[in-house]
C-alpha cells in the first residue's frame, strides 16, 4: 500500500505528440497526472477544435488545485491551412467544440424558444411586433368578477404588428408582474406562448387589495432571430485583450473563448476545469508573459437597419395597455369557496413583495435582518466565500457598507475584479471576493489573479461556519448557451466535491436579473440572454442538498422599481435577508 507521504506526492508529465505528415498539423497535448491510485488524462485536439476533456481511469480523485498549477502549460498553436478571413465575411465560429453529452441534450431542449420568423434586411418595422398596438384583457371566470385571496388571475395578451394587424405566430419575449405600490406588494407572472400572436400571463393573488396588472414587451419575435443569429455567428463581439510584458517589450493581443485560428494562439486552457482561453500569440514574446486581461471594444454586427428592433420606447422594454381595466379589487379568502385556478400553467412565483419586504412560497421563511448587530450576530463565526461577476461584488459592497465592524482589507486589488476581504475581528467574521475567470469584461486586471470557480470550491476545507456564495450569468449572453453549460458542469461538480467533504457546508446561489436595456447592452447582454441562462443555472443545481437559490429574476420582475444589472439598495436588501435567512433560518421557519 502506498504510504501517505507517497499519496501526498503528485507527478505531472506532459508531451506533445505532432502528427508531422498531417495536412491539418494535428497537435495533441497530452498530460497524465498520477495522482496517488488514479491517473488522469487531458487531451487537446487542435484540428478538430475538441474541447479539453480529463478523462480518470482506476480510481476516483479529483484533480487538485496544485497539480493543475504545477502542469499549467502555456502552449502556441498555428495552423497553416487557415487562410486569413476578413471579420466582414467570416461565418459561424464554433465556440461549441465538442459533441453535446445528453444532458447537454437535455438541457438545450428544456430551454429551446419558439421558431422565430426569418427577418428580411433592410428590416421594415411594418410587419414586427409593436406594443403601442397590442394589447392585454384580465379574464373574468366567475360571476360577478369578484376575485379571493388563493385564486389565480389571467390575462391574455394579443400582439400586433405596426400596421395595427394581429401576430399569426409567437416568439415575442414578454414579461409580467402584479403589484399595488401603496401596500408595497409585487409578484412576478408567468407567461405562456400559445405560438399564434396571443400569450396568457397568469399570476397568484396573494395580498388583499388592489393588484394591477402590468405587462412589458422585452423584445419582439423578430428581434429574438437577430440575437440568435449574433450567438451563432459573432460569439466573439465582445473583444478581450492581454498584455503581454517582458522589460521594456510590451504587445496587446486580442483573447477570447473562441478565436478563428487564422494567427499562432497561446492557449491557457485550464488544466484542471478543461475552460478553454486563447490569445494571439504576440510577435516578439512568448505566451508566458502575459500579464493582464481587459475588455475591449464591443461590435454590434447588424446588418441593415437591424438596430431598429431595438429601440427603447418603441420596441424594447415597452409596456402593453390594457383594452379594459387593468386592475382587480382582491377579498379575503373565503372558508368553503372554491378557489379559482388557471388551467393555462402554474405560475409557481419564487415568493413576492408586501409592504416592501420578499416573503418566500414554498420556502424557508425569510426573516428581515433590519440592523447591523442583527446581521452580525448572524455572521458571527462564519466564513462567506462570495464568487463570480459584478453582481455578487454588489452583495460584498453592500455588507461592508451596512455593518460599520466589518473592516475591508487593502489588498491593492483591481476595483472590479478583487480580490477583497473584509473582517471583524470581535466577532471572527470573515466575507471574501473574488471575480470569476475569463470571459470578464472588466478593466485592467492581473492574468494571474483571474481565478476558476470550480478551483477555488477545491482549495475550501468547507464546514458548518463556511458559507460560499456565488453568482455567474453577466458575462456569458455573447456566447452559445453550451460555453456556460460546461462552465456551470465544472462548478458543479466543485460544489459536490466540497459537500461530500464537509456536508455542513452551505451553499448560496444568486440568479440572474433583468436589466436596463440599451442597444449595445441588449446586443450582449439581453434579457433574453440571460432568461436562457437563467434556467439552465436552476436546472443544473435543482435537487443538490444545502445548495440554495436567491432568485434575483423574480425579486427584480416583483419589484417597482426599474429594472437595473445591480438592483437598487431596497432590493439588494431584500436578497441579503434570504441569504442570512439560509445561513441563519428563523426558529419557526
Known amino acids: 500500500m502506498e504510504s501517505g507521504a507517497g499519496r501526498s506526492r503528485r507527478i505531472a508529465v506532459a508531451f506533445w505528440l505532432t502528427l508531422i505528415n498531417n495536412p491539418k498539423k494535428t497537435a495533441i497535448l497530452i498530460s497524465i497526472f498520477l495522482a496517488g491510485p488514479a491517473v488522469y488524462v487531458l487531451r487537446y485536439n487542435i484540428s478538430t477544435q475538441e474541447t479539453p476533456a480529463v478523462?480518470?481511469?482506476?480510481?476516483?480523485?479529483?484533480?487538485?488545485?496544485?497539480?493543475?498549477?504545477?502542469?499549467?502549460?502555456?502552449?502556441?498553436?498555428?495552423?497553416?491551412?487557415?487562410?486569413?478571413?476578413?471579420?466582414?465575411?467570416?461565418?459561424?465560429?464554433?465556440?461549441?467544440?465538442?459533441?453535446?453529452?445528453?444532458?447537454?441534450?437535455?438541457?438545450?431542449?428544456?430551454?429551446?424558444?419558439?421558431?422565430?420568423?426569418h427577418v428580411p434586411v433592410p428590416?421594415?418595422?411594418?410587419?414586427?411586433?409593436?406594443?403601442?398596438?397590442?394589447?392585454?384583457?384580465?379574464?373574468?371566470?366567475?360571476?360577478?368578477?369578484?376575485?379571493?385571496?388563493?385564486?389565480?388571475?389571467?390575462?391574455?395578451?394579443?400582439?400586433?404588428?405596426?400596421?395595427?394587424?394581429?401576430?399569426?405566430?409567437?416568439?415575442?419575449f414578454l414579461v409580467a408582474r402584479l403589484h399595488d405600490q401603496t401596500l408595497g406588494a409585487g409578484v412576478a407572472g408567468r407567461v405562456v406562448d400559445h405560438l399564434n400572436g396571443y400569450y396568457t400571463a397568469v399570476f397568484p393573488l396573494l395580498w388583499e387589495g388592489q393588484a394591477q396588472v402590468e405587462v412589458t414587451l422585452v423584445h419582439p419575435s423578430e428581434a429574438i432571430t437577430v440575437l440568435r443569429r449574433l450567438n451563432m455567428e459573432h460569439p466573439d463581439r465582445v473583444e478581450y485583450k492581454s498584455v503581454f510584458r517582458s522589460g521594456s517589450v510590451s504587445e496587446t493581443m486580442v483573447c477570447n473563448?473562441?478565436?478563428?485560428?487564422?494567427?499562432?494562439?497561446?492557449?491557457?486552457?485550464?488544466?484542471h476545469t478543461g475552460e478553454p482561453w486563447f490569445c494571439y500569440k504576440p510577435r516578439n514574446l512568448n505566451c508566458e508573459t502575459r500579464i493582464s486581461h481587459y475588455k475591449g471594444r464591443v461590435s454590434q454586427n447588424l446588418m441593415d437597419k437591424e438596430e431598429t428592433l431595438f429601440e427603447s420606447g418603441v420596441n424594447m422594454k415597452v409596456s402593453i395597455r390594457a383594452s379594459g381595466p387593468d386592475k382587480v379589487t382582491v377579498l379575503p379568502k373565503e372558508q368553503g369557496q372554491p378557489e379559482v385556478k388557471s388551467s393555462t400553467v402554474k405560475p409557481e412565483p419564487a415568493g413576492y413583495?408586501?409592504?416592501?419586504?420578499?416573503?418566500?412560497?414554498?420556502?424557508?421563511?425569510?426573516?428581515?435582518?433590519n440592523d447591523a448587530s442583527a446581521i452580525s450576530q448572524c455572521l458571527t463565526d462564519k466564513v462567506v466565500h462570495m464568487y463570480g461577476d459584478s453582481t455578487m461584488r454588489q452583495w460584498f459592497e453592500h455588507l461592508s457598507r451596512v455593518l460599520p465592524d466589518l473592516k475591508v482589507i487593502n489588498l491593492h486589488s483591481s476595483t472590479q475584479c478583487g480580490p477583497?476581504?473584509?473582517?471583524?475581528?470581535?466577532?471572527?467574521?470573515?466575507?471574501?471576493?473574488?471575480?470569476?475567470a475569463p470571459p470578464i469584461r472588466s478593466y485592467t486586471v492581473?492574468?494571474?489573479?483571474?481565478?476558476?470557480?470550480?478551483?477555488?470550491?477545491?482549495?475550501?476545507?468547507?464546514?458548518?461556519?463556511?458559507?460560499?456564495?456565488?453568482?455567474?450569468?453577466?458575462?456569458?449572453?455573447?456566447?452559445?448557451?453550451?460555453?456556460?453549460?460546461?462552465?456551470?458542469?465544472?462548478?458543479?461538480?466543485?460544489?459536490?466535491?466540497?459537500?461530500d467533504r464537509a456536508p455542513e457546508t452551505l451553499v448560496v446561489i444568486r440568479t440572474g436579473n433583468l436589466k436596463a436595456l440599451t442597444?449595445?447592452?441588449?446586443?450582449?447582454?439581453?434579457?433574453?440572454?440571460?432568461?436562457?441562462?437563467?434556467?439552465?443555472?436552476?436546472?443544473?443545481?435543482?435537487?443538490?442538498?444545502?445548495?440554495?437559490?436567491?432568485?434575483?429574476?423574480?425579486?427584480?420582475?416583483?419589484?417597482?422599481?426599474?429594472?437595473?444589472?445591480?438592483?437598487?439598495?431596497?432590493?439588494i436588501k431584500n436578497m441579503i435577508d434570504v441569504l442570512l435567512s439560509y445561513i441563519c433560518p428563523p426558529k419557526n421557519g
Open 446 to 499: 492581473s492574468s494571474i489573479k483571474l481565478g476558476y470557480v470550480s478551483n477555488e470550491l477545491n482549495w475550501l476545507v468547507g464546514g458548518s461556519n463556511t458559507v460560499v456564495v456565488f453568482s455567474i450569468w453577466a458575462h456569458f449572453g455573447t456566447y452559445p448557451v453550451e460555453v456556460y453549460i460546461r462552465r456551470l458542469q465544472s462548478i458543479r461538480r466543485a460544489v459536490q466535491r466540497l459537500l
Open 519 to 571: 442597444l449595445d447592452v441588449a446586443l450582449s447582454n439581453s434579457d433574453w440572454y440571460s432568461l436562457q441562462r437563467d434556467k439552465v443555472l436552476r436546472d443544473m443545481f435543482k435537487g443538490l442538498k444545502n445548495v440554495h437559490l436567491v432568485d434575483a429574476w423574480d425579486m427584480v420582475l416583483a419589484h417597482h422599481l426599474p429594472h437595473d444589472l445591480h438592483p437598487p439598495p431596497p432590493i
Open 420 to 436: 477583497f476581504m473584509a473582517v471583524d475581528t470581535a466577532r471572527n467574521i470573515l466575507v471574501k471576493f473574488h471575480c470569476h
Open 257 to 271: 473563448i473562441c478565436l478563428p485560428q487564422n494567427q499562432p494562439l497561446c492557449n491557457y486552457t485550464d488544466l
Open 353 to 369: 413583495y408586501y409592504q416592501g419586504a420578499w416573503r418566500a412560497l414554498g420556502g424557508a421563511t425569510v426573516h428581515q435582518f
Open 123 to 172: 428590416v421594415s418595422l411594418s410587419t414586427t411586433s409593436d406594443p403601442a398596438h397590442s394589447t392585454f384583457t384580465i379574464l373574468l371566470v366567475r360571476a360577478g368578477g369578484q376575485w379571493h385571496v388563493g385564486d389565480e388571475l389571467e390575462a391574455l395578451i394579443q400582439i400586433c404588428d405596426f400596421q395595427g394587424r394581429p401576430k399569426q405566430f409567437g416568439g415575442d
Open 55 to 117: 478523462a480518470k481511469v482506476k480510481a476516483v480523485r479529483p484533480l487538485t488545485p496544485a497539480v493543475a498549477k504545477v502542469t499549467a502549460v502555456h502552449q502556441v498553436f498555428q495552423n497553416k491551412t487557415t487562410p486569413t478571413t476578413p471579420v466582414s465575411n467570416r461565418q459561424h465560429i464554433n465556440c461549441s467544440h465538442q459533441q453535446l453529452s445528453p444532458e447537454e441534450r437535455r438541457l438545450l431542449d428544456s430551454i429551446a424558444w419558439t421558431k422565430t420568423p
